[in-house]
């Protein structure tokens, strides 16, 4: 979280004009929604910033339902990790079979490409059914979720491989095995991480999905009940806070890409 | 100079289906020999080097190294591409590291290792930069220090400095020759550069076109280092060129 901080610091530092613009463009979000929530008084319920914010920090502390803000999304990221992690270690496999046996890319690739257009969020009714409605089901939706891009881009970075660098290490004296953990899944990485990235923040929209469908507890449960309730505060705290976390995954990816990829920057 | 003989190439032939590209082609190279080889474009250079290590299967004769057949987890071979090839996640240190990390080299060997070769091609300064921090030449030298770590009884380069300007050459070529004389390896080294194979080779073949044989075999006496502006010198690559002149 630290790191995240700093990375996001010497960004904004090093380029104070974006800092002014990013100031700017809040500043002018806060402004229009002040001046909305006011004009809309007695008509459409639209919360001043400040009572949301109010609203946002109290539920740190004061749970909403049985869990203050903070359990809940840690709840939500719970799930999202599990999926994604399952997700992330078969997709890569998958993935980087089919990059380098083109039996194995014949056989996997049609069923593939008929499952991909489906969208996660409608396997949510088929995933409650086998699942039940605990954690189970949403998990399963983010597997499914992240799933594919990990695959697509495992495969992608296996196949585009440079041969001449396979070639360099057989002639070095390597065995099919080590051409593969020393050429084949090094030169990947870049493309296995645009593909872990892309299914991080894809794996947070199904996870707030699937929950603001059925769930007890979660941020998306947060934006269900706020609308069962009539509690507009309610649901912009969740969305603040969806907004806020999905940010920080991103970010967090993000950083430990510029760690991993070091050599690949000028791609990213 | 009676060294034995390292390399030996027995009434080679080798076809692409129909193509026959190396037509009958034997020639022997000696232990710690600088053989040299010149011919022109598309004549099977590239394809002689991939049918002796085996990446090509052969179609006729055969290629042994101390009288043996090639295996590349026994001889100790280090083939260096026409296009550069280090591996561009790993630092330069790494990469001169790579082939001893993909035999499985003591950690501490390997380091040493490295850190000697880097030397020699005066990398040390950069053993952390990645490769596409680097200009053509500093690529070819990790390419090279790479392949010297592995101490190679047998060293193959395929055109290696084709796509470096004149001075850079001349100096890479120095220090080639310099690893070469501390390491007493064998090397053989293609080029289309007359004046750089007059200027490195012990011996030079010369080849035709396709079908290819070899047209002529030239022992090359001049005193090292070699001056490239001396009258025997330049006989000697007008000679060459002579001879290329008919392809
Ligand atoms: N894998 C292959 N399959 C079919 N034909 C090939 C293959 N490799 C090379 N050839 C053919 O063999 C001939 C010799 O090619 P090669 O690359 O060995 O030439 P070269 O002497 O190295 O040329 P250059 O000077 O351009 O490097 C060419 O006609 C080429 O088209
Ligand atoms: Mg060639």
């Given at each position: 979280m630290q790191r995240i901080g700093k990375t996001v610091w010497k960004r904004l530092k090093a380029n104070r004009q974006t800092l002014l613009w990013i100031v700017i463009s809040f500043a002018t979000l806060l402004i229009a929604w002040q001046v909305a929530s006011m004009l809309s008084q007695g008509r459409v319920q639209i919360p001043a910033p400040l009572e949301v914010f109010e609203a946002f920090f109290r539920s740190m502390t004061v749970p909403i339902g049985k869990n203050t803000i903070l359990e809940?999304?840690?709840i939500s990221l719970w799930r999202v990790l599990l999926g994604f992690v399952v997700a992330s270690v078969i997709g890569m496999a998958i993935g980087i079979l089919m990059g380098v046996s083109p039996k194995a890319h014949a056989v996997i690739n049609p069923l593939f490409e008929f499952v991909r257009p489906i969208p996660p969020i409608a396997w949510i009714p088929l995933s409650i059914l086998w699942f039940g409605l605990g954690s189970s089901n949403k998990i399963f939706i983010i597997f499914l979720a992240s799933f594919t891009y990990?695959?697509?881009?495992?495969?992608?970075?296996?196949?585009n491989v440079d041969p001449k660098l396979i070639g360099a290490a057989r002639m070095l004296g390597a065995s099919r095995r080590r051409v593969f953990t020393h050429v084949i899944f090094p030169s990947s990485v870049p493309y296995i991480f645009a593909g872990l990235q892309i299914a991080l923040s894809v794996s947070w929209a199904a996870e707030v999905a699937a929950?603001?469908?059925?769930s007890q507890n979660g941020v998306g449960w947060i934006i269900t009940m706020g609308m069962n309730n009539g509690n507009i505060t309610q649901i912009m705290v969740g969305m603040i806070a969806i907004g806020v976390i999905g940010y920080l995954l991103s970010t967090l990816m993000r950083v430990v890409e510029g760690r991993l990829c070091r050599w690949n920057r000028q791609e990213t | 100079m009676d060294r034995p003989v390292k390399v030996k190439v027995d009434h080679l032939v080798k076809k692409f289906d129909e193509l026959l590209v190396l037509d009958d082609i034997s020639f022997s190279v000696k232990q710690g020999e600088f053989l040299c080889i010149v011919g022109p474009t598309g004549c099977g250079k590239t394809t002689f080097l991939n049918s002796l290590t085996g990446l090509y299967d052969i179609t006729g004769g055969s290629i042994t190294i101390d009288?043996?057949?090639v295996d590349l987890k026994k001889h100790r071979v280090a083939y260096i591409f026409q296009e550069y090839s280090t591996m561009p996640w790993l630092t330069v240190e790494q990469n001169v590291q790579f082939a001893l990390n993909l035999k499985r080299e003591k950690a501490e060997k390997?380091?040493?290792?490295a850190e000697k070769y880097m030397e020699l091609v005066g990398l040390t300064e950069f053993r952390d930069y990645y490769p596409d921090q680097l200009s053509a030449s500093m690529l070819q030298r990790v390419v090279i220090a790479r392949a010297f770590a592995t101490e190679p009884e047998l060293l193959l380069m395929d055109e290696p400095y084709g796509q470096l300007d004149t001075e850079l050459r001349y100096r890479l070529e120095n220090e080639l020759l310099n690893l070469w004389r501390q390491s007493g390896t064998t090397v053989i080294f293609i080029t289309h550069n007359i004046e750089e194979a007059v200027y490195l080779g012990e011996r030079i073949l010369v080849l035709s076109n396709k079908?290819?044989?070899?047209?002529?075999?030239?022992?090359n006496r001049l005193p090292m280092p070699r001056d490239i502006a001396a009258p025997e010198f330049i006989e000697l690559r007008n000679q060459v060129t002579e001879l290329i002149k008919w392809w």
């Open positions: 809940h999304a840690g990990v695959t697509i881009n495992s495969y992608e970075g296996a196949r929950e603001i469908i059925y | 009288g043996e057949p390997a380091k040493k290792q079908p290819t044989t070899i047209k002529k075999e030239i022992a």
